[in-house]
């Protein structure tokens, strides 16, 4: 199937979506939002998908809402900002952090409001040098959203996070990487090398552990010690019964590289 603004594939364990409108920077529309529905849902329901790398064409990842689809007034009255993300944002961001394997996020250029709520939403984020994160909600007079405020103390703490959203400043890619809001920061020469590297490895990884190593993680903020250990038995009692476990039990008892299945 053919998206107006996306490029998807799912090939060799490994799907692929690219937002393409990168005469708008890959801004947010309507129709963007309903094409990642589709599209993930199809990574979803493919038990053949191992990971998902998630990019941006041309020289923007995503420079958040497109603001001509989002003006303050419409027929007269204030526009209720509550609609789109209540409608379209938090379902993508659920999406993406439900999902039930990794998801590889590639910041190649700028992203700006909720494109950094969607580039945080990935598990792992490897950037481009030449990439910046921009949080311009203060600037508009509006709150950060799409998920930041939950993201951003959680990464980089809330002295920091107060003062990135307050302020609305350009954090550059290398700043994120030090700060632990992003995994890294590479040459851009070198981003999609990187980027294919790490899907060529979730590929061939066992994915269930993976994926619940992602819920086991986010589950550990709302927890007391007592009950994340409960969790980590309920989910290692689950893991044990699955092929991939024996895979690994027997490749390394056998001193053999472990082929994984993701079953």
Same mark, same amino acid.
């Given at each position: 199937?053919?998206?107006?603004?996306?490029?998807?594939?799912?090939?060799?364990?490994?799907?692929?979506?690219?937002?393409?409108?990168?005469?708008?920077?890959?801004?947010?529309?309507?129709?963007?939002?309903?094409?990642?529905?589709?599209?993930?849902?199809?990574?979803?329901?493919?038990?053949?998908?191992?990971?998902?790398?998630?990019?941006?064409?041309?020289?923007?990842?995503?420079?958040?809402?497109?603001?001509?689809?989002?003006?303050? $007034?419409?027929?007269?009255?204030?526009?209720?900002?509550?609609?789109?993300?209540?409608?379209?944002?938090?379902?993508?961001?659920?999406?993406?952090?439900?999902?039930?394997?990794?998801?590889?996020?590639?910041?190649?250029?700028?992203?700006?409001?909720?494109?950094?709520?969607?580039?945080?939403?990935?598990?792992? &984020?490897?950037?481009?040098?030449?990439?910046?994160?921009?949080?311009?909600?203060?600037?508009?007079?509006? &709150?950060?959203?799409?998920?930041?405020?939950?993201?951003?103390?959680?990464?980089?703490?809330?002295?920091?996070?107060?003062?990135?959203?307050?302020?609305?400043?350009?954090?550059?890619?290398?700043?994120?990487?030090?700060?632990?809001?992003?995994?890294?920061? &590479?040459?851009?020469?070198?981003?999609?090398?990187?980027?294919?590297?790490?899907?060529?490895?979730?590929?061939?990884?066992?994915?269930?552990? &993976?994926?619940?190593?992602?819920? $086991?993680?986010?589950?550990?903020?709302?927890?007391?010690?007592?009950?994340?250990?409960?969790?980590?038995?309920?989910?290692?009692?689950?893991?044990?019964?699955?092929?991939?476990?024996?895979?690994? $039990?027997?490749?390394?008892?056998?001193?053999?590289?472990?082929?994984?299945?993701?079953?």
């Amino acid at each position: 199937m053919s998206y107006q603004t996306i490029l998807f594939s799912n090939e060799g364990g490994i799907a692929r979506i690219t937002l393409n409108r990168p005469e708008r920077l890959n801004a947010f529309s309507e129709q963007l939002h309903e094409d990642l529905r589709d599209a993930i849902g199809k990574v979803r329901a493919d038990s053949a998908a191992r990971v998902l790398v998630l990019s941006g064409a041309g020289r923007g990842f995503c420079a958040g809402q497109d603001l001509s689809e989002r003006k303050p $007034v419409v027929n007269g009255e204030p526009r209720d900002l509550s609609t789109t993300l209540e409608r379209n944002y938090k379902p993508l961001i659920l999406s993406l952090r439900t999902l039930d394997l990794p998801v590889i996020g590639a910041v190649n250029g700028v992203a700006a409001g909720a494109g950094v709520s969607l580039a945080l939403a990935c598990d792992i &984020v490897i950037a481009a040098k030449s990439a910046s994160f921009i949080l311009a909600f203060a600037k508009l007079g509006l &709150v950060p959203d799409a998920g930041l405020t939950y993201f951003l103390p959680r990464l980089i703490g809330a002295a920091r996070a107060r003062a990135v959203s307050m302020l609305g400043e350009r954090i550059s890619a290398d700043q994120a990487a030090q700060w632990g809001m992003i995994w890294r920061c &590479v040459e851009d020469g070198d981003l999609a090398a990187e980027t294919d590297k790490l899907a060529q490895h979730f590929a061939q990884a066992p994915t269930r552990g &993976v994926a619940l190593t992602k819920q $086991v993680i986010d589950a550990c903020f709302d927890n007391g010690l007592g009950a994340q250990i409960s969790l980590e038995a309920k989910l290692q009692a689950e893991l044990g019964r699955t092929n991939d476990y024996k895979e690994g $039990v027997s490749a390394f008892l056998e001193k053999r590289a472990a082929k994984f299945t993701g079953s």
